[in-house]
């Protein structure tokens, strides 16, 4: 397929004007559950404002011109670890706390994550649309690697839904062929295509926008209101009601609310890359062409201006289509052209490494010497109740020469791996597995890492991967009514307790003396006691989101040495609890560095 490089030049800068002036006019509506009608901004900006919807494609995009291609979701994990720092709501924050219990991508995106279907990697599609134009194949693949960073299921078909959409929109206009198209990537009996087909249907039954969302959430609601599936419903819902209009496209998406900014940004995007010349400059004077990151990017060389960033993007593309292959080809390239600095391929084999959603708890660690994924059991935390914890290391030789020698597991004193030696040879391009298990001997404290060595001599050249994986929060456990003692391993924040009544008891030991936020969360009833002090009651049946800076919590004064928390249930049923810690202050920081007793 031939798209000239001038169409694909409008589309491109108009997909990030669309997508700045769409979250400028959401932003102040993000988070309202209620309709309120909008026709222009309010407030009237002097600026863009800056957002995380383009804040991670600059970060992302910068990520893959410093460690070329192929897209990994190994090298967008930097994401977390350098570029996007200080309080992270939601799946970003787990994400991060993740990378730091040495859990990398994809399971950064699936342990401990009940924002798995959150809005983070839907707001980035453009990007990989942009960089793949007219091929949802190879835009879907690319989006895929980003997503898996800090989502699973509905997260990431969200990301699939929308770089399937945008990038067949720089070849086709007509939305119906568009919703067509990105339907065909998605699982068919699966909530999040249930819900576009009903938005569709609805739509089409009454043409009113507030009874589409009406019918949205009676049949898919969520206690959410950054849920995927409801907030791209609204973005169809936006579309189908636009009518040629990009002013009507935007204030309709901003009109329906919840993630607000999120939904009038992709929206503004995307009817942007299908009518380039749409965006009146009632929109784009007030906000100019500056390029305006959040204050948590760090790190940054972030271009001065749109513009500048669509340069970037056009360049990358370039680079990605001659790469992959892809079935689109630009055509009439100018000579002056954009050209940037970008490092090389650092493998041929691009198709070893693609990933492919699973229910597999699976971390890519390295690509060099090879490429090395570990895969965890289910219950990815190392519990102490007799269960065999079980890893199996997955090499794959992505260089053009045959590689042998040894790998060797090494650990920390108490931690046996068995076995802990194995002899590997392996042509290009050729995999294997090696299983081993891990056996911890039980200790006083409970921890976040347990750190994995991994000691490559491969051709005679050593080389050493960190891996790592949590202990278990072991709970004492008294039957309030029995009075039966017993031990709970939870192995994630979130966990059942029975029916009746009941105290899960805990020692925690922080690093510091510090402030900390204590997430109570669940659907159990519950009363929380410090020190024999009660600090917290949570009634059963709460609103169920634990972030740090919404749902259940308690903030408290944390001094070093121990410190006994009870948690005391009261319920009828077997309900879900969520417990964990984290900092005070704006969203929140997940803490790792406590030990339990």
Same mark, same amino acid.
């Given at each position: 397929?031939?798209?000239?490089?001038?169409?694909?030049?409008?589309?491109?800068?108009?997909?990030? @004007?669309?997508?700045?002036?769409?979250?400028?006019? #959401?932003?102040?509506?993000?988070?309202?559950?209620?309709?309120?009608?909008?026709?222009? *901004?309010?407030?009237?900006?002097?600026?863009?404002?800056?957002?995380?919807?383009?804040?991670?494609?600059?970060?992302?995009?910068?990520?893959?011109?410093?460690?070329?291609?192929?897209?990994?979701?190994?090298? =967008?994990?930097?994401?977390?670890?350098?570029?996007?720092?200080?309080?992270?709501?939601?799946?970003?924050?787990?994400?991060?706390?993740?990378?730091?219990?040495?859990?990398?991508?994809?399971?950064?995106?699936?342990?401990?994550?009940?924002?798995? #279907?959150?809005?983070?990697?839907?707001?980035?599609?453009?990007?990989?649309?942009?960089?793949?134009?007219?091929?949802?194949?190879?835009? @879907?693949?690319?989006?895929?690697?980003?997503?898996?960073?800090?989502?699973?299921?509905?997260?990431?078909?969200?990301?699939?839904?929308?770089?399937?959409?945008?990038?067949?929109?720089?070849?086709?206009?007509?939305?119906?062929?568009?919703?067509?198209?990105?339907?065909?990537?998605?699982?068919?009996?699966?909530?999040?295509?249930?819900?576009?087909?009903?938005?569709?249907?609805?739509?089409?039954?009454?043409?009113?926008?507030?009874?589409?969302?009406?019918?949205?959430?009676?049949?898919?609601?969520?206690?959410?209101?950054?849920?995927?599936?409801?907030?791209?419903?609204?973005?169809?819902?936006?579309? =189908?009601?636009?009518?040629?209009?990009?002013?009507?496209?935007?204030?309709?998406?901003?009109?329906?609310?919840?993630?607000?900014?999120?939904?009038?940004?992709?929206?503004?995007?995307?009817?942007?890359?299908?009518?380039?010349?749409?965006?009146?400059?009632?929109?784009?004077?007030?906000?100019?062409?500056?390029?305006?990151?959040?204050?948590?990017?760090?790190?940054?060389?972030?271009?001065?201006?749109?513009?500048?960033?669509?340069?970037?993007?056009?360049?990358?593309?370039?680079?990605?289509?001659?790469?992959?292959?892809?079935?689109?080809?630009?055509?009439?390239?100018?000579?002056?052209?954009?050209?940037?600095?970008?490092?090389?391929?650092?493998?041929?084999?691009?198709?070893?490494?693609?990933?492919?959603?699973?229910?597999?708890?699976?971390?890519?660690?390295?690509?060099?010497?090879?490429?090395?994924?570990?895969?965890?059991?289910?219950?990815?935390? *190392?519990?102490? !109740?007799?269960?065999?914890?079980?890893?199996?290391?997955?090499?794959?030789?992505? !260089?053009?020469?045959?590689?042998?020698?040894?790998?060797?597991?090494?650990?920390?004193?108490?931690?046996?791996?068995?076995?802990?030696?194995?002899?590997?040879?392996?042509?290009?391009?050729?995999?294997?597995?090696?299983?081993?298990?891990?056996?911890?001997?039980?200790?006083?404290?409970?921890?976040?890492?347990?750190?994995? =060595?991994?000691?490559?001599?491969?051709? #005679?050249?050593?080389?050493?991967?960190?891996?790592?994986?949590? !202990?278990?929060?072991?709970?004492?456990?008294?039957?309030?009514?029995?009075?039966?003692?017993?031990?709970?391993?939870?192995?994630?924040?979130?966990?059942?307790?029975?029916?009746?009544?009941?105290?899960?008891?805990?020692?925690?030991?922080?690093?510091?003396?510090?402030?900390?936020?204590?997430?109570?969360?669940?659907?159990?009833?519950?009363?929380?006691?410090?020190?024999?002090?009660?600090?917290?009651?949570? !009634?059963?049946?709460?609103?169920?989101?634990?972030?740090?800076?919404?749902?259940?919590?308690?903030?408290?004064?944390?001094?070093?040495?121990?410190?006994?928390?009870?948690?005391?249930?009261?319920?009828?049923?077997?309900?879900?609890?969520?417990?964990?810690?984290?900092?005070?202050?704006?969203?929140?920081?997940?803490?790792?560095?406590?030990?339990?007793?």
């Amino acid at each position: 397929m031939k798209l000239s490089y001038k169409t694909y030049r409008e589309k491109l800068n108009a997909c990030y @004007v669309g997508k700045t002036v769409g979250g400028t006019l #959401g932003i102040p509506r993000e988070g309202h559950l209620d309709v309120l009608p909008i026709d222009y *901004y309010d407030p009237i900006p002097t600026e863009m404002l800056p957002n995380d919807d383009l804040d991670l494609q600059v970060s992302n995009l910068q990520i893959v011109m410093q460690h070329g291609l192929p897209v990994c979701r190994y090298h =967008l994990g930097d994401t977390w670890r350098y570029y996007n720092r200080c309080s992270l709501p939601d799946e970003y924050g787990i994400a991060r706390a993740n990378y730091e219990k040495l859990l990398r991508a994809p399971l950064s995106g699936i342990y401990n994550n009940h924002f798995h #279907g959150g809005m983070g990697s839907a707001i980035r599609s453009e990007l990989w649309a942009c960089l793949a134009p007219g091929d949802p194949d190879l835009a @879907v693949r690319l989006a895929i690697e980003d997503a898996c960073v800090d989502h699973y299921d509905d997260g990431i078909l969200s990301a699939i839904f929308l770089a399937a959409i945008e990038s067949a929109a720089f070849t086709e206009s007509d939305v119906r062929k568009l919703i067509e198209i990105a339907l065909s990537y998605l699982p068919a009996d699966h909530r999040m295509t249930r819900a576009f087909c009903c938005t569709v249907d609805a739509w089409d039954k009454t043409h009113d926008p507030l009874y589409v969302r009406k019918t949205v959430l009676e049949n898919y609601p969520s206690e959410n209101w950054t849920d995927v599936t409801i907030n791209l419903s609204f973005i169809l819902t936006a579309l =189908l009601a636009a009518e040629g209009s990009f002013d009507r496209a935007i204030c309709t998406a901003a009109e329906l609310g919840y993630d607000a900014d999120c939904t009038c940004a992709t929206v503004g995007a995307l009817f942007a890359i299908i009518c380039p010349d749409s965006i009146d400059r009632r929109w784009t004077d007030p906000i100019g062409d500056e390029l305006l990151l959040s204050e948590n990017m760090t790190n940054m060389q972030s271009p001065e201006n749109i513009g500048a960033f669509c340069d970037r993007v056009d360049y990358v593309a370039r680079q990605v289509i001659k790469y992959y292959g892809s079935e689109t080809e630009l055509i009439d390239i100018p000579e002056d052209a954009p050209v940037f600095k970008m490092a090389p391929p650092h493998t041929e084999y691009y198709e070893l490494l693609a990933y492919e959603p699973s229910e597999e708890k699976a971390s890519l660690l390295t690509l060099s010497p090879l490429a090395a994924t570990l895969v965890y059991p289910d219950e990815v935390a *190392y519990a102490y !109740d007799g269960r065999e914890y079980r890893m199996t290391l997955r090499l794959t030789n992505t !260089d053009n020469i045959r590689k042998s020698g040894t790998v060797i597991i090494r650990t920390a004193e108490g931690t046996v791996a068995a076995p802990d030696r194995f002899d590997i040879k392996l042509e290009e391009g050729e995999s294997c597995e090696l299983s081993f298990r891990i056996e911890k001997r039980e200790s006083a404290a409970r921890v976040s890492v347990n750190l994995l =060595l991994l000691d490559f001599c491969l051709n #005679g050249i050593k080389a050493s991967v960190e891996a790592g994986f949590p !202990d278990a929060r072991r709970f004492t456990v008294e039957d309030l009514d029995s009075g039966k003692i017993y031990t709970h391993e939870a192995t994630e924040s979130a966990f059942k307790v029975p029916a009746g009544r009941y105290r899960y008891s805990i020692v925690l030991k922080p690093a510091v003396s510090r402030p900390m936020r204590l997430s109570v969360n669940g659907k159990a009833s519950v009363t929380v006691f410090q020190n024999g002090t009660e600090v917290h009651h949570r !009634d059963a049946d709460g609103p169920y989101v634990p972030a740090l800076h919404r749902g259940g919590r308690v903030d408290l004064n944390i001094t070093r040495g121990c410190h006994r928390f009870d948690f005391v249930y009261d319920n009828s049923e077997a309900r879900e609890s969520y417990l964990d810690f984290g900092t005070p202050f704006g969203c929140g920081e997940w803490i790792t560095t406590n030990e339990y007793k």
